[in-house]
């Protein structure tokens, strides 16, 4: 107790100098806790939507089918086993066929990749029951990013061209049933949705899929010869992007630390050799050298929680507004090829708030330490005197 009375009192003494330190390391602070918030909110985000739009409780893959490479999936192709169809009718699984063709849009050739996903299907949040057609109308669905990129719009009709299972070449002129935003840019850039009975009627291929996503009643496991993927390995891409920027953040807001502990380590210096004599007497009056090593080791304790209080003061206001209203992104940010919504939430956990306390705290009172470590090391009678050590 009395460790701390005297820290307080000897910090409110150095007036300025005190508030410079205190300000410094609350503004560290509360800039750890905002683009960590700012991280977490784009993870969570990226990751509720990619299971909403894309990826449901995992997929089921052809063991030939590899999204990154177009090539194979011409042959990344299989019937559906009754099994399989048995959980499709249940609605615990939803397939989708991929193939490769060319649109030709305002008389220009551009290659995208057709998808056919069932009307009925209620796994994924793409709007599929657009697609519900009668007669020989041939429906289809785009996502924003596509239809700026072809310049079209619902209605529009377009021109497709694909080959079929025995590499045949076929046309066929196709009207936008609608058009869906969507911040997961993989099931959108460069995509066009069809029926699923009217694609495999396309590609001669009745009754098979490339991939089936798993709905919330699917109790995971392949099927043969379908190989399960689940959510984790579906979204390693996306949880590597999240520490790389967390790791790239780090290093910023590290600066800004390291610059405040070492303003609160320059005074330390200055203070224990300012005061020998008052360390002296500390001494003589019957305190171990480690007890006054004590005092000036909480003295930079102290500034840490002065900093905390003063980054809550003005920083909670802030960090409350920035979760409120959200942090708009660049119009760019669309095409990186990553999910990024047009406006992020910062989400600021209780383990957030409380690492980032901890962490001033402890690097603060590290940083005090080792210069009070020199006390130890002081000659009381040589202090008393005013000798310089």
């Known amino acids: 107790m009395l460790a701390f009375k005297l820290a307080f009192k000897n910090i409110f003494g150095a007036g300025f100098r005190t508030f410079l330190n205190i300000a410094v390391l609350s503004f560290a602070f509360v800039i ?48 559906l086993s009754a099994p399989i169809k048995a959980l499709v009718d249940e609605g615990q699984l939803a397939p989708i066929l991929i193939t490769q063709a060319s649109a030709f849009p305002q008389g220009r050739m551009q290659g995208v990749i057709l998808k056919g996903i069932s009307p009925q299907q209620h796994i994924l949040k793409i709007p599929s029951s657009k697609l519900e057609t009668s007669g020989d109308e041939a429906p289809a669905l785009i996502g924003t990013r596509m239809a700026k990129d072809i310049k079209m719009k619902e209605g529009d009709q377009l021109l497709l061209r694909w080959r079929d299972k025995n590499g045949t ?99 330390q210096v200055l203070s224990i050799f300012r005061r020998q004599k008052e360390i002296g007497t500390y001494i003589a009056l019957g305190m171990t ?43 760019a940010s669309t095409d990186m090829g990553i999910s990024i919504a047009e406006r992020i939430y910062p989400v600021y956990g209780v383990g957030l708030i409380l690492f980032t ?33």
């Not at 985000?45 to 990154?68: K, M, N, S, V, Y």
């Not at 000036?296 to 409120?324: M, N, Q």
């Open 289 to 331: 050298r480690w007890q006054v090593v004590g005092i000036f080791t909480v003295e930079g304790s102290v500034y840490s929680i002065l900093a905390i209080l003063l980054g809550a003061l003005y920083g909670g206001p802030l960090l409350w507004y920035s979760a409120k209203v959200g942090w708009a992104m660049p119009a």
């Open 32 to 79: 750890i806790i905002w683009h960590n918030g700012v991280i977490d909110g784009w993870n969570q985000q990226a990751r509720r939507d990619t299971i909403e739009w894309e990826i449901g409780q995992g997929q089921l893959w052809h063991p030939d089918f590899d999204p990154l490479d177009y090539l194979s999936y011409p042959d990344a192709h299989a019937p």
């Open 357 to 389: 306390v901890l962490l001033v705290v402890l690097t603060a009172t590290i940083v005090s330490f080792l210069p009070a470590r020199k006390i130890a090391r002081l000659n009381p009678t040589d202090a008393l005197k005013g000798k310089v050590q």
């Open 169 to 267: 070449f076929d046309a066929l002129e196709i009207t936008i049933a609608g058009v869906f935003n969507c911040n997961v840019p993989t099931i959108d850039g460069g995509q066009i949705w069809l029926p699923l009975e009217r694609l495999r009627e396309m590609t001669g291929l009745p009754g098979e899929a490339t991939i089936l996503v798993a709905g919330d009643g699917y109790g995971g496991g392949g099927q043969p010869p379908w190989i399960f993927k689940n959510q984790d390995y579906l979204l390693a891409d996306l949880d590597m992007i999240i520490q790389s920027k967390k790791g790239g953040g780090a290093i910023i807001y590290g600066l800004l630390l390291i610059i405040a502990l070492l303003a609160i380590f320059d005074t």
